[in-house]
């Protein structure tokens, strides 16, 4: 029956031998594997596969269903197109993290139990990290470690949660879980983590502009999207998960109008787009679910497209702080172009991709607002409208004006390399294409899809809203209002562990040390001079006791100073006649029995 | 290209006035819904207002921009230096 392959260790023992490959021979074996993985997937039946037993537990490596199965598609279409995009960079360890990378999100997707779902999560973390340091940077190392640290703790409070799990349940199934005890709410909040919740976000928009040109492109598709997925896969119709929607949808968009740097721009415009399909997720029904997906197969697409742009302006100017750019689609016409196309998906204009998905969630939301007890669901809907034309504010009008129009910054380069052209334009087709015709992504989705985004009314209605928000922009950048690019760093909630953990730490270094010091001195001289009173303290009570008889018996100056002196040393060095030690000691027992 | 105040002028022309005629065409539509010309599925009753959506665009977008600029910056402003030391 096994006759197939693993996915993912196509990818990770594919992406491990790239290093024996040279010249062209590299090229070409580079764009087979995920070639050679999409024939293989092609030919898996659905069911599980690669049951493996380890222990007490029975492992299963290979799930396919519908969900796993456009997941699957799509992480392997957006690998060959990053590796294309990739090809002129000639970094081995660019390529081999990449692939492990990929390879690692599809074994957690197909990971049909909690235990290798957990190894290869990690493992996603490991291939990424491993992208964002191969940018050689002293911010990009320190961003990485940084990323590595929160992921780390993710990974924990997720293996938590799976072991608690199996010990409550004795199943490492990969089935749906409700929020009831500790061990759900570890999973779920494991899961959180790389899903780029609200506050638990900023590891997200921290590392990835820090990332290399290609890393960034890798690092848009996987990571969020395998928390998507196993949130649809766990905790579909959740409701929490609406409000957490909401709120990812809803935050970023303030931030990414002030932010200077365009690829941070783009990471909050992904949390903002992760937004809708965590809403869908948490609303639970079929329609909202398959919007999820589909919207997580269109996001990958056009924000890797986004990406890849914004990639091949650093790589040809070296800059990406919108202060330092504009004028470009004279240079890079093609790019320029491209970046367009990418932006008109992501603001759903119709004909682009974004637009026969994100509408399939808001749908969904509105549907379920009209159901008894779901009355709030209006302010979800509100909220996400509210989303859609701020995305198109910031991601749909922001990148491309202030990268290639805008002020002239005067940078004359070269258009962008052939390989990252055509990486672009394939990303670009396939927006259009789904935008044009979204039957084919549609007949992948997890359920059986009635929907039809191209009604007159929807239509009209999206495209009035996305330019009287271009009308917006407009008049606001006319009168002077809108917000001027400018240097600067906005704090986000990562200030807690990058500003206030550093403080604390200063603060515990100052107080507490000098506090520290100070009670080990005054120990040190409490012990110390105990240790010197009771050295001699023997000799010296008995001194105070013989003084006295001494002075009764007539002693008197140099006899008496002998006396002493010799008493002393006696009790000191032991010498006393062995009498006086017994005489002492009968008498104390003879005082003990006298007053006990 | 834009280097030209003109084509920039001619530019906003169009957009100005692509802008008007999708009010007009939304009048259109109404019109033709409500003499059951044309079907109109909606989900609530504010949406077959005339231009609900134009507004809704508008307004959420000026307000974005007016809370960036003067509530979240002022907040959230720091140096570029500000984590390096």
Known sequence: MTTNILPAFIFIIGGLLIPFFKGRAKTVYMLLIPVAGFINLLYIPFGDHFLVGFGEFKLVLLHIDRLSLLFGYIFHIISFITIIYILNFKNDVEYVAGFIYAGAALGAIYAGDLFSFFVFWEMLTIGSVMLIWARKTKAAQSAGFRYLMVHAFGGLVLFAGIVMHFTQTGSLEMLKITLTDASSYLIFFGIGINCAWPILHPWLTDAYPEATIGGTVFLSAFTTKTAVYALARLFPGTEALIWIGVGMAAFPIFYAVIENDLRRVLAYSLINQVGFMVVGIGIGTELAINGACAHAFNDILFKGLLFMSMGAVIYRTGKIKATDLGGLYKSMPWTTLFCCVGAASISAFPLFSGFVSKSMVMEAAAEGSHLVGQGSYVIVWLVLLFASAGVFHHAGIKIPFFAFFGHDSGLRVKEAPKNMLIAMGIAAFLCIFIGVYPKPLYSILPFQVDYHPYSIFHVLSQTELLFFSALAFTLLLLAGIYPSEIRALNVDSDWIYRKLGKTLYNTFDKVLNPLNTFCESIVMAVASSTARFFKDAGAKISLFVAVNFWLLAGYRDKRLEIKKQRLYNDILQGTLPAGIGAAVAITFVVLVYVLT | ?85
């Open chain 2, 1 to 85: 290209m834009f280097d030209d105040p003109q084509n920039v002028k001619r530019l906003l022309k169009i957009f100005f006035s692509s802008v008007i005629f999708l009010l007009i065409l939304d009048i259109v539509y109404i019109f033709l819904s409500n003499a059951h010309v044309i079907h109109r599925h909606v989900n609530y009753k504010w949406e077959e207002f005339w231009g609900f959506y134009a507004f809704f665009g508008f307004v959420a977008c000026v307000i974005l921009v007016l809370v960036s600029k003067y509530v979240l910056r002022p907040l959230v402003k720091r140096k570029e230096d500000y984590y390096d030391n």
